[in-house]
């Protein structure tokens, strides 16, 4: 049996027995589907949840997904024939996106990459949108896509109807980008005079940190977070408690060290405090994102909201496919942890795996379907 053939059959079984809700408003929306790609085609629409389904059920597209935007004419095209009315906020993280000392194929994930994305996703959650942009933990979505990342969907009225310059400045805040040291640490007459502690925004976010940093800090972390010498970081230490209390009233001038060592320390201290996001997706207003509730095509993993991020496991709870036995010839050699299994795959060894393993083992290539 052709892998396509098989995830198909399984796709086909899972939507004849599953219901998937629909998104909200879905008559606003449009859809896209894809089998040989994520999106083979668009412009759909859907009046309601049965009408979702039944296209599944008829159709058993691998990968289904829906817009962030919505549309008084969602089938309508070019797109400017839709009349866009607003769109979801949407923050989206990948593992494609970072940089990690992983060892796996590009099309795997582990627990090292995997780690990254969340931490990026709960840092834009717990240190941007809910203490600098007032927005409750009831209004974040967390979604996993179903294979390598998660997404953050804010559905509220007061966010649709941002446009996509609006959108540009929330994701530049989050990234730290176009943020000028030398407008904040500057020479005034003769005093260096930079943010205090109780600055909002930025400047005040980064003076807290430099300033607990010298606090609590040894001589190695200050070099490291502030880019500054050993010597430098001594130097600073040796007047800590003057230097922290200058800061706290504006005052950087309680060391001896010129304004392009401030200025560079403010600016890693920036980057380091700054989130990894995926720009595009922020700022597109008419983005196709992943269906929630579906299954990936490309993992048969099931896209879900996540009630807990701290606690999901990318590897056992969106798992939602069957059990039944599976004949397979592996064609790599591997170890795939996945549900409370850890399946060791040993090149051209014929073996038996079940269900929702083989689905996912054959769709990255690493076993052929036999029988």
Not at 52 to 77: C, K, T, W
Not at 194 to 216: F, L, M, T
Request: contains cysteine; hydrophobic residues 35%.
């Amino acid at each position: 049996m052709e892998t396509s053939e098989f995830i198909h059959n399984v796709l086909r079984s899972y939507y004849s027995s599953h219901t998937v809700p629909a998104p909200p408003d879905i008559a606003e929306r449009e859809f896209g589907a894809g089998v040989d790609k994520k999106i083979d085609w668009r412009h759909m629409s859907f009046m309601n949840e049965q009408q979702l389904n039944a296209y599944l059920r008829a159709n058993v597209p691998f990968y289904i997904s829906y817009s962030a935007g919505y549309y008084e004419f969602p089938e309508a095209r070019p797109m400017q024939k839709k009349n866009w009315l607003g769109a979801d906020l949407i923050f989206d993280f990948d593992a494609d996106e970072y940089e990690t000392n992983c060892t796996h194929p590009k099309n795997m994930v582990c627990d090292i990459c995997m780690g990254r994305v969340k931490e990026e996703c709960i840092k834009v959650m717990e240190e941007f949108l809910i203490p600098e942009f007032g927005f409750e933990k009831k209004d974040l979505h967390v979604m996993f896509s179903g294979n390598r990342g998660y997404h953050i969907h804010i559905r509220r009225e007061d966010v649709r109807e941002l446009d996509q310059n609006a959108r540009k400045e929330i994701i530049d805040y989050i990234t730290a980008s176009g943020l000028k040291p030398e407008r904040h640490i500057r020479r005034v007459g003769k005093r260096l005079v930079g943010p205090k502690p109780s600055d909002w925004g930025w400047p005040g976010k980064v003076a807290r940190r430099i300033s607990a940093e010298i606090s609590s800090g040894s001589e190695k972390s200050i070099a490291r977070i502030m880019g500054v010498s050993p010597a430098t970081a001594r130097k600073i230490l040796a007047k800590k408690e003057a230097v922290v209390g200058g800061i706290a009233h504006g005052d950087w001038d309680q060391v001896s060290l010129s304004p392009k060592t401030w200025q560079r320390a403010f600016g890693l201290v920036a980057v380091g405090m700054s989130a990894d996001v995926d720009r595009a997706v922020t700022m597109d207003t008419s983005r196709l994102i992943r269906l929630p509730n579906s299954i990936h095509g490309g993992t048969g993993l099931v896209a879900c909201e996540v009630p807990d991020i701290e606690r999901f496991a990318y590897y056992k709870d969106p798992v939602v496919l069957g059990d039944g036995e599976v004949r397979v010839i592996p064609t790599a050699t591997m170890d795939i942890p996945l549900k409370d299994k850890v399946f060791e795959l040993e090149k051209g060894k014929q073996t038996s795996l079940p269900e929702y393993a083989a689905f996912y083992c054959a769709a990255k290539g690493l076993v052929k379907i036999w029988g």
